[in-house]
């Protein structure tokens, strides 16, 4: 009985201290270089892409998504931060195609 006590709340612990540290997972993508993004030592792309979206969409007002247009910028911006300025944050990256993105 004992046993199983102790293993029940050595389990519970575990989750506790699991869900903690998760939850405290925060990013400041300002700091994202491009070199990150490409290599997803940050977070998955995707989800940068997705952020990134929303918060330039944002600044412009515009409320509306097209997913197959945010698809082909996400692969703008790998392939350039892959083939043209490592070095660049993500948000350089972003800045720099945006006039040819809107095209």
């Known amino acids: 009985m004992t046993i199983i006590k102790g293993t029940c709340s050595g389990l519970i612990s575990a989750l506790l201290v699991a869900s903690i540290a998760q939850a405290q997972t925060t990013i400041?993508?300002?700091?994202?270089?491009?070199n990150q993004f490409v290599l997803i030592t940050v977070a998955?792309?995707?989800?940068?892409?997705?952020?990134?979206?929303?918060?330039?969409?944002?600044?412009?007002n515009n409320t509306t998504v097209d997913v197959q247009q945010?698809?082909?910028?996400a692969r703008k911006v790998k392939d350039y931060c892959l083939y043209q300025d490592k070095g660049a944050?993500?948000?350089?990256a972003v800045?720099?195609?945006?006039?040819t993105m809107s095209k």
């Open 89 to 92: 944050t993500l948000m350089e």
């Open 44 to 60: 998955e792309p995707e989800y940068i892409a997705i952020w990134l979206s929303g918060y330039y969409h944002g600044k412009r």
């Open 28 to 34: 400041d993508v300002a700091k994202i270089t491009c």
């Open 95 to 99: 800045e720099k195609l945006l006039p």
């Open 70 to 73: 945010l698809k082909d910028y």
